[in-house]
């Protein structure tokens, strides 16, 4: 369905990244990777999928390095078709104690990055009048949660910048949208895991029941390849007038 495509998913090394990176490739799509994890292994694990990929490390804080990252995935691939604004952090922590450059950093990469994407990928979208772009957003985008200001600010921010970009390239080929997970079982949230066991002085299991216990009723965690065949729905034609949404899945925490 994507062949001949290019995708370009920022913070495709490890979780939710590199499984919408796999899911797309699996749809005959190219993909330009990104991130600080295991690149060797991820781009051998989409390689391994009969398509081309290629890898660049630009720090999603830094906005010259996040254009770079653009114009450099058009010159290799003579275009870029899907952009996936994955890269994220978190930290943890009551506002009151919250390290101001760490408030930076989350709103710098889980938050502008995505603007200084679309800002260099829009021109060549609307100009083949073909684009997708997609958010991975949270439901931290849709709700709270506590100690997580940073994370919450630019999740909802990134919702936003949604729903301003999908109205802005309404009449047009190009379509925007969130995707909101609930918790995913990724090197993210392993910390969060980690974590509370710690604090519970309970073993990993009964911290994992008791952190989806507290808001995820499926007592489920989402999967990226769940994520993966959203984001291919996302991409298909059944889905051009699907235009800035925030789409949950997210095991029943947003209908609470
Ligand atoms: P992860 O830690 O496995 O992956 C994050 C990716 O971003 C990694 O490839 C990492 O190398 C990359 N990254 C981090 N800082 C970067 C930077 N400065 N520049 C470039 N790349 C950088 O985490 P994940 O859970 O897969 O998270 C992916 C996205 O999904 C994030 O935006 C996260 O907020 C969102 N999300 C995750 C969950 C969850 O439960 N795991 C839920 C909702 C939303």
């Not at 772009?133 to 200001?149: E, F």
């Amino acid at each position: 369905m994507l062949k001949g495509k290019t995708a370009l998913i920022t913070g495709s090394t490890s979780g939710i990244g590199l499984g919408l990176a796999l899911a797309l490739a699996q749809e005959g799509a190219n993909v330009m990777l990104n991130g600080f994890g295991d690149v060797e292994a991820a781009r051998a694990a989409v390689g391994h999928l009969g398509v081309e990929v290629d890898y660049h490390g630009a720090d999603m804080s830094r906005p010259d390095e996040v254009v770079d990252l653009v114009r450099a995935t058009e010159a290799r691939f003579g275009g870029l078709d899907i952009l996936v604004n994955n890269a994220g952090i978190q930290h943890v922590a009551p506002i009151q104690d919250f390290p101001p450059e760490r408030w930076d950093a989350i709103l710098a990469i889980n938050l502008s990055s995505a603007f200084h994407t679309l800002r260099a990928a829009l021109p060549g979208m609307l100009a083949r009048n073909w684009g997708r772009v997609i958010n991975i957003a949270s439901v931290h985008g849709q709700v709270a949660s506590v100690n997580k200001s940073a994370y919450v600010a630019a999740k909802h921010g990134l919702v936003g910048l949604t729903k301003v970009a999908a109205l802005e390239t309404a009449t047009t080929g190009v379509t925007v949208n969130a995707i909101c997970p609930g918790w995913v079982l990724t090197p993210l949230v392993q910390k969060q895991v980690d974590a509370r066991a710690q604090a519970d002085g309970v073993d990993g299991e009964e911290a994992t029941r008791r952190l989806l216990g507290e808001k995820q009723p499926s007592l489920a965690f989402t999967t990226p390849d769940q994520l993966g065949a959203l984001a291919v729905f996302l991409c298909s034609e059944a889905a051009k007038n699907v235009r800035g949404q925030a789409w949950g899945m997210d095991g029943g925490w947003t209908a609470q």
